[in-house]
């Protein structure tokens, strides 16, 4: 976080319990939260959201689009109004490519009536550079020094040479 307020750089964190979300509001003022995939039938938290952040992502991986639904009426019920934004996810790591599911974009902006990102978990930037075509506005990738590194995310990133060809 303060890495990150020296180099002007924005910050975002997904927060899994209640200790978290009160952490990144009052303790590090953070404006906007990810709510990760394992917690959008987490209504509680998810209304804690809403009451806390000005701006709200949330992931969707292995859910259902009501479920999405659901949220979104959460998240839309608080007295607060929120910006909103859900992602399309494949909760595997790597996802295979042909697991993508890239219309699912297409179907959340549909049924959501909200903007529509991608988590992409593919370990190429083949599936990011196609979700933009259907409608994405945001991209979650994440990013290794060296695909070769312990750890259970580095095999599901993109390596320094993908990430500047992904930007341009």
């Known amino acids: 976080f303060n890495y990150c307020k020296q180099r002007g750089v924005g910050f975002l964190c997904a927060a899994f319990d209640s200790e978290s979300v009160d952490f990144l ?13 394992s917690e959008i039938n987490n209504k509680d938290l998810l209304m804690q959201m809403s009451r ?3 701006s709200i992502i949330v992931s969707t991986g292995a859910s259902t689009i009501n479920e999405c639904l659901d949220a979104k009426k959460w998240l839309k019920s608080s007295k607060k109004k929120n910006e909103l934004l859900f992602m399309h996810c ?3 790591y790597p996802a295979p490519l042909e697991d993508s599911n890239l219309n699912a974009i297409k179907l959340m902006k549909k049924k959501l009536q909200l903007p ?3 988590s992409d978990h593919t370990d190429d ?15 979650e990738k994440h990013f290794t020094l ?11 990133s993109i390596e320094p040479s993908e990430l500047k060809k992904l930007s341009a």
């Open 25 to 37: 509001s009052d303790k590090l003022r953070c404006k906007t939260i990810k709510s990760p995939s």
């Open 52 to 54: 806390k952040f000005n």
């Open 90 to 92: 494949v909760s595997e």
């Open 116 to 118: 529509i990102g991608l």
């Open 125 to 139: 930037i083949l599936v990011p550079i196609i979700s933009v075509q259907n409608g994405c506005v945001l991209i």
């Open 146 to 156: 060296s695909r070769k590194m312990r750890g259970p995310d580095h095999k599901a």
